[in-house]
């Protein structure tokens, strides 16, 4: 084991974070990038089949015929650095569904290198036993429990955290790619009226003249300083979008950052953003439903014909069709009514519950949602959830306790919550405390899955 107990530290959470990508870009089937994970002249081997692929070439071949080699599910890695903290042994246990309806269990068995880009594997073994077939149910079902969520950070809005000098939250990116951060949440105004008391939810977080930066510029100008993180807006108010428009705009930013973005959509709270844009405040729900419904058309198959209540075309083409197949992943928000069911089960991928919440309450809609998906012969298992941790203090004063606020994700990921997320302003107001609260957040993170 390393002789520097910080250093040992370092390179853990450094590894933690390759594996991390290596999920990513294999649930996204970015096979090209692989060359953040392995080295050019990595060996990875299967066995007992002896498949050997002998170089980031072959590698990335093999796993472009399939969308897994393995189709495994694996759990917490045990690490350990060498002394001089230039390479380390990682042992990771495996639950293995193949694509040949076989399962079992194994084990990857990696040689880690420091490089000039980072850590990267030199070397994997995936060591597989098969099971017969009587046991692919079972495997099946094991492969189904809930796994760690991803952990996104809410980007402060306002001019939070960054004033006017707005250039800096790309450097936040930047630096939350790099911690090991898996998203970033964007809110929306376009613009703002005189009655903030309107806002349901306590005092609105903001006073009038606060710059909003235009969510997807900005997730746009993030994306492209980055590489691995995802990027949702949260919430984007769709109806003030046209739909041609927002269709065309979505797809272009999901193609460019190669399948990143997630799209949160609301109807917002502000007639006056309705007015200013000569909309109908109170067909606000309809034209939510006919905007989205009409960018899922315009990113199928072209020419694209839609109608509905508020606006219809014919024979259109609208391209480049998104990155992802079917278009970003769209999330609804807002309590959990009868429209809202239908729009998620119909039009969407998931679901952002409304501010507030209790944990417990959105672990039980989430079970309803699931449970509509079924009725609807859509796997529940495909369904998204966004959840925000509630912040925990320290006792006798404001200070956030991080460990106890990030447990609350067992109990989300146990109740089928896919993804958490907690305010950057939670963590800190100062800037130049980034980086360190980056760090100690990710640090807490994996602390919290490794018990």
């Known amino acids: 084991m390393a002789a520097d107990h910080s250093l040992h530290l370092d390179a853990e959470h450094a590894i933690h974070r390759v594996l991390s990508i290596y999920s990513h870009l294999l649930d996204n089937q970015r096979w090209a990038e692989l060359d953040q994970v392995f080295t050019d002249d990595a060996v990875f081997t299967i066995e007992p089949t002896g498949v050997r692929m002998g170089s980031l070439r072959a590698i990335i071949e093999r796993f472009s015929v399939s969308r897994h080699p393995l189709g495994h599910h694996f759990t917490n890695p045990v690490i350990d650095v060498a002394a001089d903290g230039q390479s380390a042994r990682v042992v990771i246990k495996l639950l293995v569904v193949r694509p040949d309806s076989l399962a079992g269990t194994g084990s990857y068995e990696d040689e880690f290198v420091l490089t000039p880009k980072g850590w990267r ?121 046209p739909a041609t428009l927002l269709a065309k705009t979505l797809a272009t930013i999901d193609q460019l950052s190669q399948g990143r973005l997630d799209v949160g959509v609301g109807t917002g709270w502000q007639p006056e953003e309705y007015e200013s844009m000569n909309l109908d405040f109170d067909k606000r729900a309809q034209i939510l439903d006919d905007n989205i419904g009409a960018c899922r058309a315009l990113w199928g198959p072209s020419p694209a014909t839609f109608s509905s209540p508020t606006l219809s075309f014919k024979d259109i083409w609208c391209d480049p069709k998104p990155w992802q197949h079917g278009g970003p992943p769209v999330f609804f928000s807002g309590p959990l009514t009868a429209r809202n069911v239908k729009r998620v089960v119909t039009l969407g991928s998931g679901w952002i519950p409304i501010m507030g919440a209790s944990v417990d309450e959105v672990i039980a809609d989430t079970r309803k949602l699931r449970q509509a998906f079924a009725a609807a012969s859509r796997d529940p298992n495909e369904l998204r959830v966004r959840g925000t941790l ?17 447990a609350t994700a067992h109990r989300f990921a146990e109740g089928g919550i896919t993804d958490v997320t907690l305010p950057m302003g939670a963590l800190t107001g100062d800037y130049r405390e980034v980086p360190a609260k980056l760090d100690e957040l990710m640090k807490a993170w994996h602390r919290t899955w490794s018990r």
Not at 390 to 406: E, I, Q, R, Y
């Open 390 to 406: 509630p912040a925990v203090k320290v006792k006798a004063g404001d200070k956030l306790d991080l460990d106890a606020t990030l």
């Open 121 to 241: 594997i030199s070397q994997r073994v995936a060591k597989v036993s098969v099971a017969q077939p009587d046991a692919v149910a079972a495997a099946k079902a094991a492969a189904l429990k809930p796994g760690r969520p991803r952990l996104s950070l809410g980007v402060p809005p306002a001019g939070g955290l960054v004033d006017n000098d707005h250039f800096r939250l790309i450097e936040f990116a930047r630096q939350a790619d790099a911690a090991g951060v898996d998203a970033l949440g964007v809110s929306d105004h376009v613009v703002m009226g005189e009655r903030l008391d309107r806002y349901r939810w306590g005092p609105f977080p903001a006073a009038k003249g606060k710059p909003w930066l235009e969510p997807l510029a900005l997730i746009a100008t993030m994306a492209g300083a980055t590489r691995r993180l995802r990027f949702m807006t949260g919430i984007l108010i769709a109806p003030l979008r």
